[in-house]
């Protein structure tokens, strides 16, 4: 079995001493469990735990850390990265595996399934669950048996403009550049923005130390309404390197872009260059419902042409990151014309951030997708408890589905929960179902308005929620535990996810404080992301649980 690397790192004298204090603690568990049945000893500890479970060197990983957790007195590890994996045969195999070696050893695996936020495993089932938005009045021209499309005349362009962007060294400067392009684009367009980006000592280098934020609406004015992001990936110190992401305008063409160092975060030089703003084709739209299909029509008579005879089927999309520019194909023998101008409107997936997109809560056959992974789930490990992984809903009710139903983008969230609830208990009456808690608690991002690109509020959503749901708050540095003890308030049981690769546990030692006293607070969840956003992923383990068992 191979070593967990942030072992290997400190070396083997240290590794032996942490597996004679583990055992320790976990005795000194057992016995205080056995003496009092009550208080911290009873509390549960958590461990957050993503994995594909693609190789037999990440088998090896997770069951080092399954180990190593269970020596310390962990009772639960939320494990997985979506329910594709347990339908997977190499992948099932190994987690049918590590399932028996956690039992073994007193641990229970939690799966985390059913992304709705970062799209999920279900899109590549069928693409056509994105949660879209309405593109509408695309321009195209026919030039024999296909029409393409005619992009705007005008590119709006910085070129070659260099900005040198400073970070916060204890006082204010500039740490962005700016491009408002209010009237120049058009509401229910893509867009796609290029620059070139040089940094010179940035510090830390982080996913979020250079960011781009695209606000829709006047913000001068106070007319936010929608916010998009995206994180771009460089190095302390980089020549130039171009990047590029796509954007929807919506239903506005008031659009503020800033590109710079992300707030006081981030110190050092980033120098910015050649942005450039371009009217984006359609590349993929969603086609499987009627509703759905692109509408073509003449752009001088309006004249709604139809689909089969006049022009064939617009392709389906096979997936969010497939296809190019799509062309129209024209039948020959039908109303269009050669030379003519259309206009197409057609729904494609509402974009944020350039890659994450979400699951539409209204889209036919989600219900019976869910059903399928939990029979697979449920046959292959029959776990008591679930975890959904539905945090940062950022784009929701924009899809004209989504808006038939006339209510709150909240009551979508917490019915579609609800609704994965029961497709879990009809495989297991008494499974319990837990979730990330950001969208449905007010003090986290169910609160903000607007929260990136959710059209409407979100404050109703714990509302339709089943209420026995267990709650992981996690916002990493907010007042977690004002959130926790609302949710406690408003009848939740709470496990608090904390961590989050700090440097130490004093934020967590206060919010355990101050909620350890509700029956409903359960305990709290080692959460790290690792290497990939994290710094010492799970080096700190075994410190984790003395501090939840306050030992």
Known sequence: MAAEPGIQYQGKARKVAKTKRCGMCAALLLALTSITGLGAAKREAWVWLPSRMASDAEYDKVTNIITRAAACGY???VFGSGEDIYRRPESASRIRRTDSLAKGLGLEIIPSIWSMGY???VTYADPDVIESTPMRGLRYRVNGT???YVPDEEIVEAAKRAEIVTGYEGRVVTNSVGLKLTDRLKPHHTYRLTCRVKTENVSPVKYYSVRGNI???DIDRGEKKEWELYDFIVKSTQDWKEYEWEFNTYGTSDIKITVGLNKSRVTGTVLIDSIRVEDRPLTRCLTSERWMRPVVRSAASGRVYVEGRDYRPFPKMKSFRSGGAIAIEIIPGGAIADGEELLVDAHVPAIQGAKQFSVCPSAAGLNAYWRKTAREIDALIHPRRWFFTVDEWRVANRCEKCRARKVSPGRLMGESIAEMAAVVREVNPKAEVCAWADMFCPLE???RNPYYCVDGSMLDSWEYLPKDLIM?????GRDDAKSTKWLMEHGFRCIAGGYYNYPDFSRDIRWRDACK????FLGMMFTTWGGVWGDG????LEEYADMVFER
């Not at 992981?472 to 990493?476: G, I, L, Q, R, Y």
């Not at 992923?537 to 700190?540: C, H, L, M, N, T």
């Open 119 to 121: 799209g999920g495993t």
């Open 146 to 148: 296909a029409a393409r």
């Open 215 to 217: 606000y829709h609406g």
């Open 517 to 520: 006293d509700d029956p409903k």
């Open 445 to 447: 991002n169910a609160g």
């Open 537 to 540: 992923g799970y080096y700190k």
């Open 472 to 476: 992981v708050p996690w916002m990493n």
């Open 75 to 77: 009772t639960s590890v």
